[in-house]
């Protein structure tokens, strides 16, 4: 585990509320009927591909509390192999695991996010802090088709926590952002990331009505950045606000709908289809809030909120190559987060813990 002392992951996992108590029985382990066997064939293939250094600080419990340490930022050490000490060979299997585990456009969506940082090197003349290869990858436990295990890459605007027990997948907390989104010069010019989700969800707000709207936004104002749940905010309380779901019609339901699907969708089709049927479930009790305007050009932040996720849109201040005061649609972060204690899948990890081991 890295560093220690690090008090919001020292802190015992509650996992991300609403009210501030967990909401017992939303998560239960039940067959999907959709294989992971090629995530788990893809994740022994990169372990094989390492060398024995490699692999050794790669690998680590799956109830490791290295799960937690993600961060956007650089300054914790980063753990496992990183892509930039890979050869092509190793970094081929890296990809095939990402492969394996998501959907095409989230493949793309993680790759694109690389290159941008490439990008972001260019304009910030900083190849120590930013590039296409600074990002890490770790498995927790051991791959199986039976037992509880995972993996994760931790990077600069790239995160990903991908739990798998059985044919269940849980994918959060995940964390995509870009400065700049979109490459206009450069190595990776034309590179553009995140438009579907900032799109999408305008298209939202502005299908509803003046009276909706008002229950929807809680500030056209937005001076600043509005992120709550980011990097060591595992058992943060975020009550639930803007507009119910029920008090839409059902085109608007239907867009809703799509801004989830924007970010669900990055998962491996069959398990993105299991959770979007979770999301449908829980429809009546999901939220949609909204800070800023509206207008095609506008800044914003958004927050889609249920028992069983939670998203979060941020346009933000610019950090780099310079900074500003204002927030600014070329830099985008962005997170899903699954609450009710299963972030890393570790309510799904606790019942199997209470099935397989007495309780303890």
Excluded: C
């Amino acid at each position: 585990m890295r560093g220690g002392g690090n008090s919001a992951v020292d802190e015992p996992f509650r996992g991300v509320t609403a009210g501030g108590e967990i909401q017992p029985g939303v998560f239960k382990i039940e067959s999907t009927g959709v294989s992971t066997k090629p995530v788990v064939e893809a994740a022994d293939a990169f372990l094989a591909s390492l060398t024995d250094q490699q692999r050794e600080k790669t690998v680590f419990p799956v109830d490791d509390a290295e799960w937690r340490q993600w961060d956007n930022r650089h300054f914790p050490k980063r753990q496992g192999v990183g892509f930039d000490e890979m050869d092509d060979r190793q970094r081929d299997h890296a990809f095939g695991l990402l492969q394996a585990s998501l959907s095409a456009k989230g493949l793309k969506l993680s790759k694109d996010i690389m290159k941008l940082n490439g990008t972001l090197a260019e304009l910030a003349d900083n190849y120590d802090e930013y590039g296409r290869w600074l990002y890490w990858i770790t498995i927790m436990g051991k791959p199986s088709e039976t037992e509880p295990w995972g993996w994760q890459i931790d990077g600069h605007h790239l995160i990903i926590n991908y739990f798998v027990l059985g044919d269940q997948v849980v994918m959060s907390p995940v964390f995509v952002g870009s400065e700049p989104v979109h490459a206009v010069s450069g190595e990776f010019a034309g590179t553009v990331v995140l438009q579907e989700q900032q799109d999408k969800a305008l298209q939202l707000i502005q299908a509803l009505d003046a009276d909706q709207q008002s229950k929807a936004i809680l500030s056209r104002a937005k001076p600043g950045n509005n992120a709550l749940a980011q990097a060591y905010r595992d058992n943060v309380n975020i009550d639930y606000a803007g507009i119910e779901a029920s008090k839409l019609d059902q085109k608007q339901r239907d867009l809703l709908i799509e801004v989830v699907q924007s970010f669900v969708g990055n998962m491996r089709d069959g398990h993105a289809e299991i959770k979007m049927d979770e999301v449908r479930s829980h429809l009546d009790q999901t939220y949609f809030a909204w800070i800023g305007d509206t207008k095609a050009d506008s800044v914003f932040y958004y927050r889609i909120q249920s028992p069983v996720v939670l998203i979060e849109f941020d346009h933000q201040r610019r950090v780099a190559p310079f900074r500003s005061d204002r927030p600014t649609r070329d830099h985008i972060h962005a997170v899903l987060r699954t609450p009710n204690g299963n972030d890393y899948g570790k309510d799904l990890l606790r019942q199997h813990y209470h099935s397989h081991h007495h309780g303890e």
